[in-house]
């Protein structure tokens, strides 16, 4: 049932707007040398850092999408009924938005990372760090929809809660990017292995608040 579960997620993603926070993501690492000017060693000491507030913001953009069209057409009751717990459902959910968010969202920052002056080095660590959060961005984001869904102006409240969530993650996340040590990218590890071990809880505590 779960691997069901995150199939439908990947499809429902897919046939959706899943390169939207990819091309989100890329326009904000565009805007980033305007705003900073054409000093090279200046956009490659901040590039890291710019790179991660915009895989951020671009997690907010598939929030609505997440939880709420589920919860309106009666499939999360219906998953209820079939006797799949709610956290099983969260946990499909996060692994399965992840699947059409995290992979994309790496691809474009090979672009993203010239545009913000990275060289190679910094590229990869920066990678790394991606691969490292954006499991942890997705967790967020599923608990969040679950969190607002059948609210009014649901979408400005998902950004009013993910942001200061996301704050510890985003740290360690962009310190790392430029961070030659590991002590930085051990505590992003952690970081976001204690969001995506706790997220599906936190989603299925949503479900059954909301159902109830």
């Known amino acids: ?8 997620e990947v499809r429902r993603g897919l046939s959706g707007a899943a390169w939207l926070p990819a091309a989100f993501f890329l326009l904000v690492a565009t805007i980033v040398p305007f ?7 200046l956009l490659a ?10 895989a951020l913001t671009a997690a907010l953009l598939p929030i609505e999408r997440l939880i709420e069209p589920d919860r309106a057409d009666g499939v999360l009751d219906q998953l ?3 006797g799949v717990a ?14 059409t968010f995290g992979p994309l969202l790496m691809l474009a920052a090979v672009p993203g990372s010239l545009l913000v002056g990275l060289d190679g080095p910094a590229l990869g660590r ?16 599923v608990a969040v929809a679950a969190m607002t869904q059948g609210l009014a102006r649901a979408s400005a409240l998902a950004g009013l809660l993910l942001m200061p969530l996301a704050i510890p993650l985003l740290i360690f ?13 051990k505590l992003e590890a952690a970081i976001a ?7 599906p809880f936190v989603t299925g505590a949503a479900i059954r608040a909301a159902r109830s």
């Open 1 to 8: 049932m779960t691997r069901a579960l995150i199939l439908r």
């Open 35 to 41: 705003a900073v000017g054409p000093d090279a060693p």
């Open 45 to 54: 000491r901040i590039g890291g850092g710019a790179l991660w507030i915009a």
């Open 80 to 82: 209820k009924l079939a």
């Open 86 to 99: 709610d956290e099983m459902v969260g946990a499909a959910k996060i692994v399965g938005h992840w699947l």
């Open 126 to 141: 920066t990678l790394l760090t991606l691969a490292i959060g954006t499991p942890a961005l997705a967790a967020l984001a």
């Open 173 to 185: 996340g962009a310190s790392a990017t430029g961070d030659t040590s590991s002590s930085a990218l």
């Open 193 to 199: 292995l204690l969001i995506v071990a706790g997220a």
